[in-house]
Structures are given as structure tokens and as C-alpha cells.
């Protein structure tokens, strides 16, 4: 029977793996190469495949509203990037004043962008809604004889976070827990403590070893995911690393030690409520994961990085928001949410060599790896080549990251060549461009099969050559490579955010930080026909 079947034509085959779950989909492709090869070739197929991704559909029969109207927006959306495009502003506005570098204190969610400077916290809707435009003064959040180290905003939540301590500690009883951060809890719409808290602050607490005065460091940015906050310190005099875990909304938090190296030198991101990733000061990805009851990390995985000698660099890691938590404002949430398997993790590597960019599969992240009760090591071989590709980079090139695609700010309109190192952007440099690559396996398998779209601009990274870190790395998976034809004015550009359907780039010429939004406009064809969408707008 099962020679039958697999001797019907490729096209009778599709229409029959559509009538299966998306599960057995996935199951036949995976033990026979012929459906397998038809489940890739079917456009139809791959979008089925792409919404059980989102958690959308389990069942063979699927609601006849909803999924239609998911397919509809998932195509949409999916296109939406996938040609060369003009910009479209829809918002524009000189939302802050300040006198000084703000470029890494300013973030975006779901419409939302936000900046600490100066003393002050500035917070702009940029939805079509613009419900929210504000300053608040940071001593407003500070507590007498503190010093706000961190600010986090989730619009999601309508939550603003911040957090604050002293800047060195006198441990005289070794062994007791001692205040070392204070967390507190506002409303951003508002500003009054936040009802759903059962305290509007909590203190973080250390056991110190020996008497002494410590300093405390807090590493990257604290992270937010639904009622857990995440906060990696590091203490000075021992040059351990810490985590504290944070039940916002049950008022408890845990410090828990973290046995690896890096200390300040490593940079984390929360990948889920109960999954983090640290990357080392020697290059080591190590995933972990966060128990229930009182948040203590587990070592899973650690993915070994491929270098041919240790050399001083640092690490800035770029991912998507996230957006699983319980959500106070639904109208924020974007209506599609990309999967772990549907997104990229891009690290940012600065060495004293050659800096370059790596993108990973997040795959790798997924609870598929993580079923192992005990910490196990991979080596390069056995994920960098699966689950990687690396690129030539420079600082000055601007990134930002949404689900499978990265905005990429670069000085030329045009794609760089197979291993092409760009060169940074200059002081006489007048306009720069944006460029979304897009890494998703199932956009690049929709586009080579579907007929009703121009075929849009397929690349492969080639070889990355004089890193003295790495080595010569040659990437071969495809990635589909598209320009944004509108120059942007070089001069004060400091951030880029893409997010779901639009870019948002802000300028910061003293005493102003600009910003404005933009959607993906059309780009004419030969015949006069329009490529891509006219926005979203």
C-alpha cells in the first residue's frame, strides 16, 4: 500500500498530506524522502507546517474561520519583506531632549519605544492609537540612597520595572542574606504601584561568604517574561556570577549561584519563562533552564564555539521581545508570534581580528534538545554547520531582529557578495540603507515553489576568511536578502528596531533624539505593476 502511495503523483500526494495533522505531516517527512520532498514543494503545505509552528492548529480539521484568516495574515506578512521596498513613514516626531549618547538605552516592544537619558524616562506610543506619550523624571523611581541601574518596560503589561541599589556593600556577618537590589513596580500608563503586585517592591537578597565590602555589577540587561524577572550580577571580589529570579506578581525572589566562567564578560537572554542562554567570556553558548517552584538554573547544553585560539572579545546578543506572559493590553499583541523554531538568535562577536556577526537557528534552544537530565557538551562540529551562518561585520552596521528576519543597516543599496567584508560607515557618509534578511527555511521553500510570486533574491553567506578567531567558516544555507530603496540621513542615526509589519530608526542630534516609523511601501515593476504591499497602514 505504501508503494501505491508513494508512486501517486507529487500533486495527488500534497493534496493528501494536507487532509493530515500537521504533527503527522511532520512525522511521514521525517522517515520517507518522497513526502518529504512533496511537503517542501507544496506552498500550501509549508504555510499548514508554518501555523502549527505558532501553536495555531492541532486537528486534522481545522476551524473554517480562523485558520483561513490565520493563512491570510501569515501570507501576508510572509511577503510582506520578501521584495525590494520603499519606506513608508506613518510617524514621525522629536520625542526626547538630551545631551548626551542614548543609543543603548533606548528599546521598542509592540509599538512602544522608550529611552532612559538625562535623568528621565521617556516613553512614546507609536501605534496608530498613540495613547501614551511621556516623561517621568528617574528620581521618581529611586529610593534615598540608591542608584537605578536598570529600567525594563513590557507594554504588554502596561509594567515599568526598576532597579536599584547601593553602589558597594560592608558585609560584617558572613553567611546572612544582605539587601542588594530593590525592585519596584509601577504602571506605565499610569505611574501609581502596580495593583496586580502584591507589593509595590521587593528586596533582592545575597548570603556573602567572608565579611568584606563588595561591589555588585549588574551584566547585560534584566529580562522579563510574564511574572518572571531575570537579573545576572556579578560580584567584584569574587568573580562569581549570580542570578536572582524574580515572582513579580507573588512578591518572591531567589538568588542562585551559577558555576561557569565569564564572569562580567558574559551577556544572557531570557529565551522563555523557564529557559535562559549565557554566553561566556570564552565563547560558550550554555542553555539552561529555570526550575518552577523557586527558579534555580539547571546546566542542559553547552554549544562549543569553533576557535582556533582564545582571543579578548565581547559578545551583544540580538533576538525578538517576548511576548508569552499574561497580557493586559491585547491590543498590542502582534497577531502573529513567531515560534522558537521560526526565529534567530544574532550574536554580534568584537574581536581585536575580524568582528563578525553569527545567526543561529533557535531551534537549538527548543525543548527537543533539552531532554537530558544531565549537562552535555556539543561540539562545533555537531551545530555550528547545521545551525549557523556567520557573516563579516563591522560595528558601526546597526542591527535588529524579528522573529526569522534581521534589519540590517549598511552603507550601500546593494546586497554584499558571498564573504564580503562591508566597510563602516565614514564622517562624510550623507545616507545609509536598510536590509532585511530573512533566515525562516520555510520562506526560502515557499518561494522556490511559488508560482504566483517573482522569485525573490536567494543568497548564501560563502566564506568568511581572516578571523584569526574562527578560522575560514564557510556557510551554505540560503537566506532570502531584500533592500529598503529609500536612503535614510546618516547623520545623528544612533537605532534601528524592526519589529512585525514595520521599522522604526531614531536620530539623536544634541539637544533632540527623532524617531519615526516606517512600513514596507511598493516597488515598481518593469511593466508598471507594484511588487510587495502598499503598507499596513
Known amino acids: 500500500m505504501a508503494v501505491g502511495f508513494l508512486s501517486l503523483p507529487a500533486e495527488l500526494i500534497c493534496h ?35 501555523l502549527y509552528a505558532q501553536g495555531f492548529t492541532e486537528t486534522a480539521t481545522l476551524d473554517s474561520v480562523d485558520v483561513p484568516t490565520k493563512m491570510s495574515s501569515l501570507k501576508n506578512l510572509a511577503s510582506l519583506w520578501q521584495f525590494d521596498f520603499y519606506a513608508k513613514t506613518v510617524f514621525e516626531e ?18 512602544f519605544w522608550w529611552m532612559w537619558a538625562q535623568r528621565n524616562l ?9 495613547t501614551l506619550s511621556r516623561k ?4 521618581n523611581f529611586s529610593a534615598e540612597h540608591q542608584f537605578l541601574r536598570s529600567i525594563i518596560v513590557d507594554p504588554l503589561q502596561d509594567l515599568v520595572i526598576t532597579i536599584s541599589s547601593q553602589i558597594s556593600f560592608v558585609v560584617i556577618d558572613a553567611g546572612q542574606n544582605h539587601h542588594v537590589f530593590l525592585v519596584e513596580f509601577w504602571m506605565a500608563l499610569s505611574q501609581p504601584p502596580y495593583s496586580d503586585s502584591p507589593c509595590a517592591s521587593l528586596e533582592c537578597k545575597h548570603a556573602f561568604d567572608v565579611p568584606d565590602r563588595y561591589v555588585v555589577d549588574i551584566v547585560d540587561e534584566p529580562a522579563i517574561c510574564g511574572d518572571r524577572v531575570v537579573i545576572l550580577y556579578y560580584i567584584h571580589q569574587t568573580q562569581d ?48 533552564t529555570l526550575q518552577e517552584l523557586d527558579g534555580s538554573p539547571q546546566r542542559r547544553v553547552a554549544y562549543l564555539p569553533r576557535l582556533k585560539h582564545y582571543s579578548s572579545q565581547s559578545y551583544v546578543i540580538r533576538t525578538t521581545p517576548l511576548f508569552h506572559s499574561t497580557t493586559a493590553r491585547l491590543d498590542l499583541m502582534p497577531g502573529y508570534v513567531p515560534s522558537l523554531e521560526s526565529q534567530i538568535m544574532v550574536i554580534e562577536m568584537f574581536s581585536e581580528a575580524w568582528p563578525v556577526i553569527l545567526v543561529i537557528d533557535m ?57 564580503e567584508r562591508v566597510e563602516g560607515f565614514s564622517t562624510n557618509q550623507d545616507h545609509f540603507y536598510v536590509h532585511i534578511w530573512d533566515f525562516n527555511k520555510r520562506v526560502i521553500a515557499r518561494a522556490a515553489n511559488d508560482t504566483s510570486s517573482p522569485v525573490p533574491d536567494i543568497r548564501k553567506p560563502g566564506q568568511v576568511a581572516q578571523s584569526s578567531i574562527f578560522g575560514d567558516i564557510i556557510s551554505n544555507h540560503p ?36 524617531l519615526a516609523t516606517q512600513y514596507p511601501g511598493c516597488l515598481p515593476r518593469a511593466d508598471g505593476s507594484w511588487y510587495g504591499h502598499r503598507g499596513l497602514a
Not at 517621568?136 to 528620581?139: I, L, S
Not at 554566553?279 to 539552561?288: A, D, T
Not at 530603496?485 to 539623536?508: N, V
Open 136 to 139: 517621568w523624571p528617574t528620581h
Open 363 to 419: 531551534v537549538i534552544f527548543s525543548q527537543q534538545v533539552i531532554q537530558s537530565q544531565t549537562s552535555v557538551e556539543i561540539p562545533w562540529s555537531d551545530w555550528g554547520p547545521q545551525y549557523t551562518y556567520c557573516f563579516p561585520h563591522h560595528q558601526s552596521h546597526l542591527i535588529s531582529v524579528f522573529g526569522s528576519k534581521m534589519a540590517y543597516a549598511l552603507p550601500c543599496a546593494r546586497t554584499p557578495e558571498p564573504g
Open 94 to 111: 522629536v520625542a526626547a531632549g538630551t545631551d548626551e549618547d542614548s543609543s543603548e538605552r533606548q528599546y521598542m516592544k509592540c509599538g
Open 241 to 288: 556570577l549570580f542570578i536572582q529570579v524574580i515572582d513579580w506578581k507573588k512578591g518572591k525572589t531567589e538568588s542562585h549561584p551559577l558555576h561557569q566562567p565569564g564572569g562580567r564578560e558574559a551577556t544572557f537572554r531570557l529565551v522563555d519563562r523557564q529557559t535562559i542562554v549565557i554566553i561566556s567570556g570564552e565563547g560558550l553558548l550554555i542553555l539552561y
Open 479 to 514: 537566506y532570502v536578502a531584500t533592500v529598503c530603496r529609500t536612503p535614510f540621513k546618516m547623520h545623528g542615526f544612533d537605532k534601528l528596531f524592526l519589529e512585525q509589519d514595520r521599522l522604526t530608526l531614531t536620530w539623536t542630534v544634541v539637544p533632540t533624539t527623532s
Open 122 to 130: 521617556f516613553v512614546r506610543d507609536c501605534n496608530a492609537s498613540m
Open 16 to 50: 493528501i498530506l494536507f487532509l493530515l495533522t500537521p504533527k503527522d505531516i511532520c512525522h511521514c517527512a521525517t522517515t520517507c524522502k518522497t513526502v518529504c520532498d512533496a511537503a517542501r514543494n507544496s506552498v500550501d503545505i509549508q504555510y499548514k507546517l508554518e
